[in-house]
């Protein structure tokens, strides 16, 4: 079972009223509105356990050598600190991972394809894609369910999970990991316990000056970081349309055209529309303070540094045969510009940022390897 968090959250339980019975049976602060979950896989506690136990488990990759975890780690937000990661069979990912935080409000998922707007449809990529490979199951499903219906835990756990039908059928694994995925819920940094938690000195003066600044059009953070989560690309169980969501923030300007360097041209990539070029989507920054290297490519160091890309209104590369100023990107974002912040806002930004790092779910057991030594949870 999922334990709440420090009194915070509240089950938000089945509906018996007549109306549609909610699909959301995980914990969840009352301050947050209850995601969209598909018809066909509630999120339910048996279907996080089960999924759990598959996230951590290298039996899933095709060569048995990766788990999803390898490359999304608990106390980096589930993310790996690498620039770009490498999948199981060698193969390097073109992107930088993307912190798994609240991602059951994401608008689409990935950093550039608009068209994976549920879990369960991104998850078939590190799953089954051959171009890069990342787990690699494709071609090798026999040998992977032979691998799970051998682990002891999983009869149980699968049964419990999906007592109507196969645990181990493909989809069913999917089903489990989108549901883990799903209830991983960051609800109590610094900041949620000032802003929705009543507590005034859970954040420091200078990261409540840095919040003054984040929500002020003189750096216009907040438009495109706005919300619950940090960002616009944010859809519930209430939302009917998909939030415009993807920008160019003027990270490069190869040759003066506007390129970004391929493969990593965003929107572009799908649309083949010219005004695409270079627009991703806009990441949350839940916990940014712990998932460096940043940016779609990593290509941005640190938080200092993507504090010095929004100050300058766009980045400069200089040589190399990316050499470019991105703040004379002609498909920029227009609310990226120049803000000349003094050297205590910048500090006072970065604070602001690091009271979004929350220790409670860096630490929550229930998200935790459930294969390693001493765990006791389900
Ligand atoms: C080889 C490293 C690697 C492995 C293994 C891996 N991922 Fe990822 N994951 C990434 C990268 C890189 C991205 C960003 C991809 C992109 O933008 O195209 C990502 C993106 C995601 C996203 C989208 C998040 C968002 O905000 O849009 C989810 C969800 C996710 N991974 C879950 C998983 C799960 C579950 C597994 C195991 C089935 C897994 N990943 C295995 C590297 C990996
Ligand atoms: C026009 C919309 C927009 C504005 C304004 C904006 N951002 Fe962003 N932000 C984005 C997008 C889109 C990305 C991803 C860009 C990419 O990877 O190419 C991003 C990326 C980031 C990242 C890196 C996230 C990660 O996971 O790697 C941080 C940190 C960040 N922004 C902070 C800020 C701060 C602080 C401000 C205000 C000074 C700001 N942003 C203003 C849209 C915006």
Redesign the pocket.
């Known amino acids: 079972m999922i334990a709440p968090l420090l009194g915070l959250l509240a089950c938000a339980g089945g509906d018996d009223t007549g109306a549609e019975a909610s699909r959301w049976l995980l914990p969840l602060p009352d301050w947050l509105p209850e995601p969209a979950v598909p018809e066909d896989n509630p999120a339910t506690p048996e279907g996080f356990a089960y999924g759990r136990h598959?996230?951590y488990d290298p039996a899933?990759?095709g060569n048995g050598t990766?788990?999803?975890a390898?490359?999304?780690e608990p106390a980096r937000a589930f993310t790996?600190g690498e620039i770009?990661?490498?999948?199981?069979t060698g193969d390097t990912?073109p992107?930088?991972?993307?912190?798994?935080v609240n991602?059951a409000w994401?608008g689409?998922?990935?950093?550039?394809?608009p068209l994976l707007t549920t879990?369960e449809d991104?998850?078939l990529?590190?799953?089954f894609a051959e171009h890069p490979v990342?787990?690699g199951m494709t071609g090798n499903l026999d040998a992977i369910r032979a691998r799970l219906e051998a682990e002891p835990r999983y009869a149980e756990l699968g049964a419990a999970a999906f007592p109507d039908a196969d645990p181990f059928a493909d989809e069913n694994l999917v089903r489990a990991?989108a549901t883990?995925?799903r209830g991983l819920i960051s609800s109590d940094s610094p900041y949620d316990r000032y802003q929705y938690g009543g507590d005034a000195v859970a954040m420091s003066g200078e990261a409540r000056r840095g919040m003054s600044l984040f929500f002020a059009e003189k750096t216009e953070c907040y438009h495109c970081h706005g919300g619950v989560n940090f960002s616009v690309s944010f859809v519930s169980a209430e939302t009917t349309t998909l939030p415009e969501a993807f920008f160019n923030t003027g990270l490069y300007n190869v040759g003066g055209t506007g390129d970004y360097p391929a493969p990593n041209t965003g929107l572009y990539e799908f649309t083949g529309d010219p005004e695409d070029m270079g627009r991703f989507?806009t990441?949350?920054l839940r916990n940014i303070a712990l998932t460096a290297p940043y940016m779609?490519d990593g290509s941005v160091a640190t938080l200092d540094d993507v504090i010095e890309h929004y100050n300058r209104g766009g980045r400069l590369i200089e040589e190399g045969p990316n050499a470019g100023d991105g703040a004379e990107n002609p498909y920029q974002h227009s609310l990226v510009r120049p803000m000349n912040l003094t050297d205590t806002e910048k500090a006072e930004l970065r604070a602001f940022l690091e009271s979004l790092t929350d220790e409670t779910f860096l630490t929550n057991t229930d998200y935790a390897d459930p294969w390693a030594e001493g765990d006791t949870a389900p």
């Open positions: 598959l996230f899933l990759s990766q788990s999803c390898d490359c999304h790996d770009t990661p490498v999948g199981s990912i992107r930088n991972g993307l912190a798994l991602v994401n689409t998922y990935t950093w550039p394809n879990l991104q998850l990529v590190p799953m990342e787990l990991l883990f995925t989507r990441p949350t779609h």
